[in-house]
């Protein structure tokens, strides 16, 4: 089925570090949600984003609905120990079979440097 | 406010068994969907109910089944198991556009 291709695939991150994650479709999607999941939960979301261009921050989170409607981008300013987890993008596209559904992204894993 | 739950937490069927899986969405929320997370990968749409019936669907067998109660509970059932449904099955409730997912169901097939 239709995927995301949602990059890096995983980071390590030093406190106080800036992070950037993001993710591209083929097809033109009309949502843009992200996730965070930590180990034995559910995914639970950080920011929902509905039209192109938007920016919305929650926190120290950051995310973008990019103006083609087909990426979409997350950054985390001055990461913090429990920022570890993984990350997932989630859309909706705006056509074809998948219309409707949410579509998620591999997961961009972060992780404490050594 | 109990957010989505999910039941049980864990199990482990043989090949060829069925399995049911119960949800119970967050208050107020009338759409219940299901997912199947594989180990390192990101959820994938197995379907949706909306009004005690399945109004999406992704690109799974019918094996894979499901039901929605008027309370707006759902059941995911799967039928003649395979090692390759062993996954982590995630139910998320939803009023609008944005999915709150539970903790999910771990399934071990042997």
């Known amino acids: ?114 | 406010d109990a957010g989505v739950t999910q039941s049980p937490t864990h199990l482990i069927k043989t090949r060829g068994q069925q399995v049911t899986l119960r949800c119970s969405p967050k208050s107020g929320h009338d759409t219940v969907s299901w997912y199947q997370q594989a180990l390192g990968q990101g959820p994938q749409f197995i379907f949706q109910y909306y009004e005690e019936e399945e109004r999406q669907r992704g690109n799974f067998p019918d094996r894979f089944s499901g039901h929605q109660f008027p309370n707006y509970s759902s059941e995911l059932n799967v039928n003649a198991l395979l090692l390759g449904d062993s996954a982590l099955y995630l139910c998320a409730s939803s009023l609008g556009d944005e999915l709150e997912f539970g903790n999910g169901t771990r399934l071990t097939v042997t």
Do not use: H
């Open chain 1, 1 to 114: 089925g239709q995927q995301l291709n949602q990059s890096p695939q995983s980071m390590f991150i030093q406190e106080g570090e800036d992070v950037s994650m993001n993710c591209t479709s083929s097809s033109i999607f009309n949502t843009w949600l992200w996730y965070k999941q930590e180990p034995g939960e559910g995914p639970v979301l950080l920011i929902a984003l509905y039209k192109a261009g938007e920016l919305t921050s929650n926190g120290r989170l950051t995310a973008q609905f990019g103006i083609t409607r087909k990426d979409s981008f997350l950054n985390i300013s001055a990461s913090i120990p429990s920022d570890v987890g993984i990350y997932f993008c989630a859309g909706r596209a705006l056509y074809g079979g998948s219309q409707g559904n949410l579509i998620f992204g591999k997961g961009t894993k972060l992780s404490v440097k050594p």
